[in-house]
């Protein structure tokens, strides 16, 4: 039975994933009613509903969710395992699925990523950019890149760039008309650029130290985003102060003059982008090259 089940389990976790037949057939390149078939099979098997249908959803029942829960791990390790086959080819191949930030992935996944693909065209990569916490086992990614202070504790974490800052910024036109706040709690008295979280929902507490001394300030304005990039754009129309991570484009408009930089003395350092993944003994060659070019770009 166990032999005979292991299609259909993975036809079930198609299933679970997607809620949908119809989705679950196109990812496994068959037909609906092959799909259909085969989770009748199985639940045949094990005598116990694994998916709850209606007219419109599909959905894990509880021991469909157990079940899930324990399958997703144990075909990970299956697809490292063959993928780590591809060492006796002699040349790293397969698919790096990564989930990540879009400030990361502009700033120093791409570098690294463009490089890999130049030299190994057997590899394939996905970057999945997305502002939440992304379940990397639960969603099959094999690694995730987030600011240090957001990996999880139970995850290998390495870091692939330098220490970061915020920069509170604002156009010269907004700074004539409003003056330049000498302290963080100035700044409810100011225009701000608001950011929505990805994860919770919640807008974004503007952070701030010095001295020992941390700030959390909750500001209001005309706009709220979810995207830095688009919080510059709304600062550099003069719409109000924004509040992003400083990198070089950032730096390119103060440099200019397009923006100006306050309260930088309240910006420490911080921890900065992480790659983060399972603690699995076999990844494929193809992510430990990715991993590699990441690590050795880090310590230029």
Request: charged residues 20%.
């Given at each position: 039975m166990?032999?005979?089940a292991?299609?259909?389990?993975a036809v079930?976790?198609?299933?679970?994933?997607?809620r949908?037949?119809?989705?679950a057939?196109?990812?496994l390149?068959?037909?609906?009613?092959?799909?259909?078939?085969?989770?009748?099979?199985l639940?045949?098997?094990?005598?116990?509903?694994?998916?709850?249908r209606?007219t419109?959803?599909?959905?894990?029942?509880?021991?469909?969710?157990?079940l899930?829960?324990t399958l997703l791990?144990?075909?990970?390790?299956?697809?490292?395992?063959?993928?780590?086959?591809?060492?006796?080819?002699?040349?790293?191949?397969?698919?790096v699925r990564?989930?990540?930030s879009?400030?990361?992935?502009?700033t120093?996944?791409?570098?690294?990523v463009?490089?890999?693909?130049?030299?190994?065209p057997d590899?394939?990569?996905?970057?999945?950019?997305?502002?939440?916490?992304?379940?990397?086992?639960?969603?099959r990614f094999?690694?995730?890149?987030?600011l240090?202070?957001?990996?999880e504790?139970?995850?290998?974490?390495v870091?692939?760039?330098?220490?970061?800052?915020?920069?509170v910024?604002g156009?010269p036109?907004?700074f004539a008309q409003h003056?330049?706040?000498?302290?963080?709690?100035e700044?409810?008295?100011?225009?701000?650029i608001?950011?929505?979280?990805?994860?919770?929902?919640?807008l974004?507490?503007?952070?701030?130290?010095?001295d020992?001394?941390?700030?959390?300030?909750?500001?209001?304005?005309?706009v709220?985003?979810?995207?830095?990039?688009?919080?510059?754009?709304?600062?550099?129309g003069?719409?109000?102060?924004?509040?992003?991570?400083?990198?070089?484009?950032?730096l390119?408009?103060?440099?200019?003059?397009?923006?100006?930089?306050?309260?930088?003395?309240?910006?420490?350092?911080?921890?900065?982008?992480?790659?983060?993944?399972p603690?699995r003994?076999?990844?494929?060659?193809?992510?430990?090259?990715?991993?590699?070019?990441?690590?050795a770009?880090?310590?230029?």
């Amino acid at each position: 039975m166990v032999r005979d089940a292991l299609g259909d389990l993975a036809v079930f976790v198609a299933v679970a994933e997607e809620r949908s037949f119809t989705r679950a057939a196109a990812r496994l390149s068959t037909s609906q009613s092959a799909v259909s078939n085969a989770m009748r099979r199985l639940e045949e098997q094990l005598g116990l509903r694994l998916l709850a249908r209606t007219t419109r959803s599909v959905s894990p029942t509880e021991a469909g969710e157990t079940l899930l829960a324990t399958l997703l791990p144990a075909l990970g390790d299956i697809r490292g395992s063959l993928e780590a086959l591809a060492a006796f080819r002699g040349t790293p191949a397969g698919l790096v699925r990564i989930t990540t930030s879009r400030h990361a992935a502009e700033t120093l996944l791409w570098p690294a990523v463009d490089a890999v693909l130049s030299r190994y065209p057997d590899i394939e990569v996905e970057l999945s950019i997305d502002g939440a916490l992304t379940d990397i086992v639960t969603d099959r990614f094999d690694a995730g890149v987030r600011l240090g202070e957001s990996v999880e504790k139970d995850m290998i974490a390495v870091r692939i760039g330098p220490d970061l800052r915020l920069a509170v910024v604002g156009s010269p036109a907004y700074f004539a008309q409003h003056p330049v706040p000498q302290t963080p709690r100035e700044l409810t008295a100011h225009r701000c650029i608001n950011l929505r979280m990805a994860t919770r929902g919640n807008l974004y507490a503007w952070e701030f130290e010095r001295d020992g001394q941390a700030l959390n300030v909750r500001v209001g304005g005309p706009v709220v985003v979810n995207d830095s990039a688009m919080a510059i754009n709304a600062a550099l129309g003069g719409h109000g102060l924004a509040c992003v991570i400083e990198d070089q484009a950032l730096l390119g408009h103060v440099a200019t003059g397009r923006l100006v930089r306050v309260l930088e003395d309240w910006c420490p350092p911080f921890a900065g982008h992480h790659l983060y993944y399972p603690n699995r003994r076999n990844h494929s060659p193809a992510f430990r090259v990715v991993l590699d070019e990441l690590r050795a770009r880090a310590t230029r």
